[in-house]
């Protein structure tokens, strides 16, 4: 389905150093978020401790609940709202060493100090992991991630050549930071959820990338004489029907699930939406002036010839 009658004629490439200033300015915020807030807000899985989901079965106050808890002197204690305005639900989120304790006795003892108060509580999911675990997830994630770059960096380089792999990975790489800053600036956490939706996003990115590298090199091959400036617009004006409209149906699935989706899934939508956004960006202005960048720091063999 093609969206436009003729080809688009924009001048992507023009407009790379306005989106490198962008980019640059973006993941700058997200350092200095992430600086800001003293790391990452990393989830149960990463850090391991007690999270409890509760339903209050009415109206309540989160300071009055949280002076609840301070007037016990029991530590740190979190919490915050939880789902739906109407499900009256928060979440509390505890340390390892807890004196709240763990299983029938914090269940208990959170009966007893909120029971008074809340009598239709009802206690209804309580998620426990121990410190050694959360770190052994931390770095098994981050592996996983490091792992599916070099796996990219490898074929790309097959298929393609080393110059449309930095390329490619230049776009990942910045993808990734977008939706992490994402995260750090609003506080959210990062679970293994989340990391299941930065991978999606490094093959949702990739694949976008890879149509528009495809097209590069068809019309490096029947244009040998133009630029590859000029062979970069081509090939982005010829995709771009499909870039919109890939990109257009898969953001509004995935805003779907962000705005009806529950709790339980609304950070892997956020993820996504974030990371689709920035996947298409990247890919038009990351990963193909990067390749074109490269190529004039260390032009191609033929090219070195005919100069």
Known sequence: MELFKDTLNLDFVGKYKMAMIFSGIVILASLVSIFL????????????????????????????????FSSLNIGEVMLQTFGDEENNEILLLLPV???????????GNIQKYLGTQ????????????????????????????????????????????????????AAL???????????????????????????????????????????VRENQARFRKRELS??????????????ILTSGT??????????MGGEIIHDF?????????????STIYIASPCLLWLNRVVPQKSEQKQA
């Open 230 to 243: 000029d062979l970069i617009n081509l090939s982005t004006n010829e995709t771009m029907s499909r870039t």
């Open 37 to 68: 807030h003293k790391g990452l807000n990393y989830g149960i899985d990463f850090r391991g401790g007690t999270n409890v989901q509760i339903r209050l079965g009415q109206t309540y106050n989160l300071d009055e609940i949280r002076t609840i």
């Open 97 to 107: 060493d807890s004196v709240l304790g763990t299983g029938e006795e914090l269940t």
């Open 118 to 169: 809340y009598p239709q509580m009802e206690i209804r999911r309580i998620e426990s992991i121990g410190p050694k675990v959360g770190d052994e997830l931390k770095t098994s994630a981050l592996d996983a991630i490091l792992v599916a770059l070099g796996l990219v960096l490898i074929y790309i380089s097959f298929r393609f050549e080393w110059r449309f792999a930095v390329g490619a990975i």
């Open 250 to 259: 898969t953001l509004l699935v995935v805003a779907a699930l962000y705005a």
């Open 173 to 215: 790489v910045h993808d990734i930071c977008f939706v992490v800053g994402v995260f750090s600036f609003f506080e959210h956490e990062i679970t293994l959820t989340v990391v299941a939706a930065l991978l999606t996003v490094v093959g949702y990115s990739l694949n976008d990338t890879i149509v528009i590298f495809d097209r």
């Open 269 to 281: 939508a956020l993820a996504l939406l974030v990371g689709i956004v920035s996947g298409t960006y």
